[in-house]
């Protein structure tokens, strides 16, 4: 992985070497409720108690309350966002940390050109000016340069400081939406249908079930009972089966002249194979029909009795027999009786 400056400042998931991020937006949450809390009940008390003000610094004052207090209110924001872990509100959080450190900066240098100003116009008139003994100007000259450096030194801490605090926020922030992004990506893989053991005493509270003893209820234990508790892992021995049919389903059905045993058959030969094959299982199964002798009569009842669309058969009666006609009759035609 190349390095970058950027995973480097804005990346890691501690601060001070050992201390956790969240630790420090906490931190930094509850110290900018009670300054920035503090800050502005100042400055609006100034505003409304203070009358011979000019419109300038009564300007001023009043931007530095509302920053002040948009301030509070975003420091509440962070410190909620952070217990819960609420990303929303912590980056709301850090954009005003990014925004107040900004103004901070610029109110730095002013105030910095202000304070070399006052600071080299001091020190013409009241050292220069006003006393004449060279060693007490020498030292009034120090003493107002002390003071140049003293709050040099503060606004460089503090500056610093919210830098760093901003750099913190940015670090928790980048730590949320990695968590997120891993849980969503999680999600999208097959570690998402992974069973996972719950914190707790969940398994400690299984264990502490007694077991129950088996309970039969089937009064057979005979193999392939209707009250046989199934098994899924015992086999089960069937006999062969003993039907002479087979049945092909799956298979292409074969054409009409191929017969039992291959080859072509005849449908009379069909029939009395299938004849045959039926009188030899009623003999196997001791089943015997007779079937009762019919006389002629009784056939042309039956006969008579067929209905179809011509109509009922016609009986062997009504047919007219021919005339028998012998040799010896014959006459030739031009004999006449």
Not at 261 to 286: F, N, P, Y
Request: one cysteine or more.
């Amino acid at each position: 992985m190349p390095f970058s400056y950027r995973d480097l400042f804005l990346g890691g998931s501690t601060f001070c070497c050992c201390l956790p991020v969240r630790v420090g937006v906490i931190i930094m949450t509850i110290l900018g409720m009670f300054f920035a809390g503090i800050l502005s009940i100042v400055l609006w008390f100034e505003v409304s108690s203070t009358i011979d003000m000019t419109s300038g610094e009564r300007a001023g004052f009043v931007i530095a309350g509302l920053v002040e207090t948009f301030l509070f209110a975003a420091s509440i924001f962070g410190f909620v966002g952070t217990v819960v872990r609420k990303q929303l509100f912590v980056q709301t959080y850090a954009y005003i940390i990014y925004f107040h450190f900004i103004l901070n900066v610029g109110v730095a240098i002013f105030l910095l050109y202000e304070v070399t100003r006052f600071s080299s116009t001091a020190t013409n008139k009241a050292c220069h000016d006003t006393i004449k003994d060279p060693q007490a100007q020498e030292q009034c000259t120090n003493l107002l340069n002390i003071a140049t450096g003293v709050y040099w030194a503060l606004t460089t801490f503090v500056l610093v400081a919210e830098m760093y605090g901003a750099i913190i926020v940015t670090r928790y922030v980048n730590r949320l939406k990695g968590q997120k992004r891993a849980v969503r990506v999680s999600r999208m893989t097959d570690d998402a249908f992974k069973l996972l053991p719950t914190k707790g005493s969940g398994y400690s509270q299984l264990r502490e079930i007694p077991i129950q003893p088996e309970i039969h209820v089937s009064p057979s234990n005979s193999e392939g009972g209707i009250y046989e508790e199934y098994d899924p892992y015992r086999e089960i021995n069937r006999a062969p089966s003993t039907s002479r049919q087979t049945h092909e389903y799956h298979g292409p059905a074969p054409p009409l002249e191929v017969g039992y045993g291959g080859g072509t058959w005849t449908h009379d030969e069909i029939s009395a194979e299938e004849k045959s094959r039926l009188q030899r299982l009623d003999r196997e199964s001791g089943i015997i029909l007779d079937e009762p002798q019919i006389d002629e009569e009784e056939a042309d009842r039956r006969r008579s009795e067929v209905k179809s669309s011509l109509g009922p058969p016609a009986s062997k009666t009504d047919v007219d027999p021919l005339p028998q006609y012998s040799a010896a009759s014959t006459t030739s035609p031009g004999h006449l009786p």
